[in-house]
Structures are given as structure tokens and as C-alpha cells.
């Protein structure tokens, strides 16, 4: 079973995590959706700054613009997220080392908003998953086959 089917499946624990996998969005997507998550696509290759992460971030989970100004407005913001009628939310953050190149203060900023988001007790289930190479992270990896 790959990392992604045992935290879809509730087998790992909702996280933030580091993956190598090549499978194409669209493929991923279906397979979040299949079972029964939403799915949340961050594509971060132009991503070099704060600003420019925070408009990104906004977009991607479709808030009104002027709410994602800052990183604790975004903090709010992501409290609010549902599922819906979905078992969580999977957030696929693709391209991540730009911002953790350029602008490594507003990198790490931003890895503790969304490990605060996948670690509240308030609200739905929350995963979020960096993939991609770039700098070494302290974050546990999900794996692509068990």
C-alpha cells in the first residue's frame, strides 16, 4: 500500500510529510477524490516569497483575496476549511523549494501554519503533503510503496 492510500485509509495519521512520488496531478486527484477526500492543489514552482505564497495559498483553497494578507490571517483562514460532506482535506503543495531557497524565514513560517492546521483539534481532517526535491526537511516522508 503506498503512503498516500494509508493516509487516505486512515492507516497514517493526518500530517504534514514529504513525498517522492511522479504520479501526475490529475492522477493524484482521482485518488484523493475516490476516497472520499477533498483535494487541494498548491503549485509552488513560481513561488519565491511570502507574498507570492499567501496569494497562491489563497487561490488554491479559493478564499476571498483580501482575507490571506498575512500568515496569521491565513492561519484563521485555514480553521475555517471543510470537508464538506469529504472524510478531510489533502493539501498536495508541489514545487515547495523555491520558497524554501529564497525566502527560507517565510518557508518556515509557512511549514507552521499548515502543521497547525494538520494538527487542530478544531475542524476536519487536515493532511498536508510537500512533494518534490529541494533542501532537507525534518518531516516524516510518505512513502510511495510500503
Known amino acids: 500500500m503506498s503512503g498516500l492510500a494509508a493516509?487516505?485509509?486512515g492507516h497514517t495519521p493526518p500530517d504534514l510529510y514529504q513525498w517522492?512520488?511522479?504520479a501526475h496531478?490529475?492522477?493524484v486527484e482521482h485518488a484523493v477524490d475516490h476516497a472520499g477526500w477533498r483535494f487541494v492543489y498548491l503549485d509552488g514552482w513560481t513561488?519565491?516569497?511570502k507574498g507570492s505564497f499567501l496569494k497562491a495559498a489563497v487561490h488554491a483553497f479559493d478564499f476571498d483575496d483580501d482575507r490571506g494578507s498575512s500568515f496569521d490571517a491565513l492561519g484563521d483562514c485555514l480553521a475555517d476549511v471543510t470537508a464538506g460532506d469529504r472524510s478531510g482535506v489533502v493539501l498536495l503543495w508541489d514545487g515547495w523549494s523555491p520558497l524554501a531557497r529564497h525566502d527560507e524565514q517565510a518557508f518556515?513560517?509557512?511549514l507552521s501554519v499548515l502543521g497547525g492546521r494538520?494538527?487542530?483539534d478544531r475542524g476536519c481532517t487536515f493532511a498536508t503533503i510537500l512533494r518534490g526535491?529541494?533542501?532537507p526537511l525534518d518531516?516524516?516522508?510518505l512513502p510511495v510503496k510500503h
Do not use: F, K, R, W
Request: hydrophobic letters at 40%; one cysteine or more.
Open 20 to 22: 517522492h512520488s511522479a
Open 108 to 110: 518556515h513560517v509557512a
Open 7 to 9: 493516509l487516505l485509509a
Open 133 to 135: 526535491e529541494g533542501p
Open 118 to 120: 494538520c494538527h487542530s
Open 25 to 27: 496531478v490529475p492522477d
Open 139 to 141: 518531516l516524516p516522508e
Open 47 to 49: 513561488i519565491e516569497d
